[in-house]
């Protein structure tokens, strides 16, 4: 007995799909190696602080919210690379309470960056 082929069949993770994530993977992991000068790096955390603000100011509405569910935004939470991360910290003369991977994203609480960022700002100026 000869056995039908479905007529519709979900989407294959080929050879090509997983080619162009492991490519996209390492293109990120190299980009995180490169090293940013502090200016660079205050002006992106900052940008992504600003950001994260726009992000809580959107929750206080009803179409906020939505919209934050919809674009899946997490309020209150700022992701940034291991490789800022990494940098700030030592600006700020912290030690980090676990290994930094710089390849890899960290998700830190918006006031914790805010106050990490000042104290990196004002160790440096």
């Given at each position: 007995m000869m056995r039908k082929?479905?007529?519709w069949e979900p989407f294959p993770s080929g050879h090509a799909y997983e080619g162009a994530r492991?490519?996209?993977?390492?293109?990120?992991?190299?980009?995180?190696?490169?090293?940013?000068?502090?200016?660079?790096?205050?002006?992106?955390?900052?940008n992504r602080l600003i950001l994260a603000e726009q992000i809580m100011d959107r929750e206080?509405?009803?179409?906020?919210?939505?919209?934050?569910?919809f674009l899946f935004e997490k309020v209150g939470i700022v992701e940034i690379t291991g490789?800022?991360?990494k940098r700030l910290l030592e600006l700020a003369?912290?030690?980090?309470v676990e290994l930094i991977d710089i390849t890899r994203d960290y998700?830190?609480?918006?006031?914790?960056?805010?106050?990490?960022l000042e104290a990196a700002y004002l160790k440096v100026s």
């Open positions: 082929k479905p007529v492991k490519w996209l993977r390492n293109l990120h992991k190299l980009y995180s190696k490169i090293p940013i000068s502090d200016k660079e790096l205050f002006v992106a955390i900052n206080d509405k009803f179409f906020g919210r939505l919209l934050n569910r490789n800022q991360l003369g912290q030690q980090p998700e830190m609480e918006y006031g914790e960056l805010a106050v990490l």
